[in-house]
């Protein structure tokens, strides 16, 4: 069956310093997204982007972060001058043709973002 | 505002006992209802969903989940729980745009 896979499983970086997280959805899939989820707390959403541009965002997705389809097959999140308050499981998601609400949304396992 | 709750934040049962985890929605209309699980270091693994027709929908590893629409609720049932079914149980909605919101998830441990 067909995964989302995301790369690396963890990153550790310093503040300050710019992160990519990278996802590769399903093959042919239309709708992507961000979510993260701070040890301990709830799955948030960050961002949705379909057709190369971002659909939804949420009040965390502020300037500091930035998502990219730079090749029609991986889907990116930068985070700039990254936060303590950064570090968490970042989770890439997809769903299918279509993007109806009905559809549901296939994850991806998930980066581990720890800021020192 | 639209909202999910789960009610429960930790739940233990016993192996081999039934199992239901709340889910509460609050909504103008009928959202599009999921069930998720992470299993620890995981991600999210769909275990069932419901859009309309029939209130009792079945999922995935034995698990049902029923819409009551009078209660707004979408509760997770298991009628046996399993050692492997320890894990995180989170209920999501998705609402006419284009995200799914979560609830705050439930903590299940299953007791030999």
């Known amino acids: 069956e067909p995964e989302v896979t995301q790369t690396p499983s963890h990153q550790v970086t310093q503040m300050g310093q710019e992160v990519i997280l990278r996802c590769v959805p399903i093959?042919?899939?239309?709708?992507f997204y961000w979510y993260r989820q701070i040890l301990g707390q709830k799955v948030e959403f960050l961002v949705s982007?379909?057709?190369?541009?971002?659909?939804?965002k949420s009040e965390i997705f502020d300037d500091q972060f930035s998502v990219e389809r730079p090749d029609g097959s991986n889907f990116t999140l930068k985070i700039r001058s990254t936060k303590l308050e950064d570090s968490a499981m970042y989770f890439c998601a997809s769903t299918g043709t279509g993007g109806a609400y009905n559809s549901p949304l296939h994850f991806g396992n998930g980066t581990r973002l720890t800021v020192t | 505002a639209q909202s999910v709750t789960q009610p429960d934040i930790h739940i233990t049962v016993s192996e081999g006992a039934s199992l239901e985890l709340r889910c509460n929605y609050s909504?103008?209309?009928?959202?599009?209802l999921f069930w998720y699980v992470q299993s620890p270091g995981q991600g999210l693994q769909l275990l069932l969903k419901y859009f309309s027709g029939d209130t009792l929908v079945q999922g995935i590893k034995g698990f049902e989940a029923e819409f009551k629409r009078s209660q707004s609720s979408f509760n997770l049932r298991k009628p046996s729980v399993h050692w492997s079914d320890a894990a995180e149980y989170f209920c999501a909605v998705r609402y006419n745009n284009n995200d799914m919101r979560f609830g705050a998830g439930t903590r299940l441990t299953v007791k030999p």
């Open positions: 093959s042919n899939h239309l709708y």
């Open positions: 982007f379909y057709n190369n541009e971002i659909s939804e």
């Open positions: 909504y103008g209309a009928t959202p599009y």
